[in-house]
Nanobody, 121 residues
Framework: QVQLVESGGGLVQAGGSLRLSCAAS????????MRWYLQAPGKQRELVAA???????NYADSVKGRFTISRDNAKNTVYLQMNSLKPEDTAVYYC???????????????WGQGIQVTVSS
């Protein structure tokens, strides 16, 4: 069993910055791709950024040049550095990880609980 715990959200003014963290714990053999999603009220969850185990990254067009995804494999943690925040970035942010288990064995996708980011104008 694996748990993803997010932290670092909150309220910030437009133009400000936040850094989200998501730490994985439990029976982990390997963490493969890790991702951040956002979900605005009443809308579908959308991919924000992804990072592979090798460090390759992909970003949604709306956040390119403003957000940076990174990971610390020694800490089983993925980060999302959010700069130049806009009110339209307001959403619940979820981390996601594709994980190969030790016990029980298998490959699974896990989700964090979600963390609120609110950007005021």
């Amino acid at each position: 069993q694996v748990q993803l715990v997010e932290s670092g959200g909150g309220l910030v003014q437009a133009g400000g910055s936040l850094r989200l963290s998501c730490a994985a714990s439990g029976s982990i053999f390997r963490i493969n791709t890790m991702r951040w999603y956002l979900q605005a009220p009443g809308k579908q969850r959308e991919l924000v950024a992804a990072i592979t185990s090798e460090g390759s990254t992909n970003y949604a067009d709306s956040v390119k040049g403003r957000f940076t995804i990174s990971r610390d494999n020694a800490k089983n943690t993925v980060y999302l550095q959010m700069n130049s925040l806009k009110p339209e970035d307001t959403a619940v942010y979820y981390c996601n990880a594709d994980i190969t288990h030790g016990v029980p064995q298998g490959n699974f996708r896990y989700w964090g609980q979600g963390i609120q980011v609110t950007v005021s104008s």
